[in-house]
Nanobody, 118 residues
Framework: QVQLVESGGGLVQAGGSLRLSCAAS????????MGWYRQAQGKQRELVAM???????NYADSVKGRFTISRDNALNTVYLQMNSLKPEDTSVYYC????????????WGKGTLVTVSS
């Protein structure tokens, strides 16, 4: 089992910044890529950004140039620096630990709410 605990959400004005953190514990060896998804009210959960243990990254087009994902493998922690926030970024942000093996399972955190006011 892997436990993922997010922190750093909150209320910010449009144009502001927030930094999310996700700390992983437990059977860390069972996950490879880590990252962030988000789900706005009434919408489906969508990818924000992912990063592999080797540092390769993938971003949603809507956040490219504004959000930066990074990872500290020694601390088993992934970060999401969010700049130039927009009201449409308002969502619950979920940390994801992606299974290392095909027959493995993905893990999710409980989520942290980010609210961007206009």
């Amino acid at each position: 089992q892997v436990q993922l605990v997010e922190s750093g959400g909150g209320l910010v004005q449009a144009g502001g910044s927030l930094r999310l953190s996700c700390a992983a514990s437990g059977s860390i060896f069972s996950i490879n890529a880590m990252g962030w998804y988000r789900q706005a009210q009434g919408k489906q959960r969508e990818l924000v950004a992912m990063i592999t243990s080797g540092g390769s990254t993938n971003y949603a087009d809507s956040v490219k140039g504004r959000f930066t994902i990074s990872r500290d493998n020694a601390l088993n922690t992934v970060y999401l620096q969010m700049n130039s926030l927009k009201p449409e970024d308002t969502s619950v942000y979920y940390c994801k630990g992606q299974a290392r093996y095909e027959d493995g399972m993905d893990y999710w955190g409980k989520g942290t709410l980010v609210t961007v006011s206009s």
